[in-house]
């Protein structure tokens, strides 16, 4: 509920900040009538439209997709219909495998019935049945909580924001209108505005992140498995040369974490697999609740600008769902 809540408090936070902002321009500029803000809501909304409908031809080529059938990988298959079942999903996702060495799983689509749950060729040599099955259930809990609708909706705030920004400042500095220090002015706030929304559309991400980890856990998946898997990953991750890592930059928002930051999040991780077993079992996810997780100023900086939540607190929160 405390999740949802602070995500319910984020869109209405952003969305007020638009309308603060646009209503704040309307208003210094004089555009004061109902035609201004219709404009801004049909750009809005077709902004929303073209997102959708490229959104997965993007990440099918960005990754390197190939969809496969049951008989290639019936266990995946038969995973992914229990939990699709369990999270009561129209209908199962079509499955994919990205060709990227990536240890990583990402799910996409436009709605629940064009949901696609994919795994890296990666991803499937490190882990075991247990751990992939967890995995699985973070990226069916996102397509059961319409997550890439909600991000691409909230994404759009600051899209508008810099828009604003390239329409005043730009036209500020090279139009011949008397006003031109004024309209630069505006483009340099839309601009603060639009960093600002930027962050915070970043922390919605995270939330959902926590959010998937708590929706794998409810479809009976146990917190040591998923911990296990996330600590996995990092540790394989951070053993992808970075040219191959920068294959999948813009993609890694999809991702269950972020690939980029394996190299720096391993050491705090070894500190809680206290038997160096190379897993983390459900004796060392009990010791992790107890201790109080303490982040540096630049960890802090880096978890601010990631889609992502630092490693450590995700496990963290893991650990406070054992007995869920």
Known sequence: MWLQFRLYLLIGLLFTIL??????????????????????????????????????????????????????????????????????????????????NIPNAFAFGRTQRDARVCVTRGIMDILDEKELRAVLGHEISHIKHHDVAVITMLSVVPMICYMLYISFFWGGMFGRQRDSGAMIAIGLLALVVYFITNLLVMYGSRIREYYADLGSVELANQPHHLATALYKITIGSARIPRKTLKQAEGMKAFFLNDPSRAQQEIASLKDIDLDMSGTIDQYELMQIQTKKVKLSGADKMIEALSTHPNMVKRIKHLASLQNH
Do not use: C, N
């Open 19 to 100: 309308y603060g902002v646009i209503t704040g321009i309307g208003y210094i500029v004089g555009y004061r009538g109902s035609s201004y803000y219709l404009f801004l809501l049909i750009l809005a909304f077709f902004m929303i439209l073209f997102q959708f409908l490229i959104g997965p031809k993007t990440v099918e080529w960005s990754m390197k997709v190939k969809y496969v059938s049951e008989k290639d990988y019936p266990r995946l298959f038969q995973m992914v219909r229990e939990l699709s079942e369990a999270a009561g999903l129209p209908h199962t996702p079509k499955i994919g495998v990205s060709q990227i």
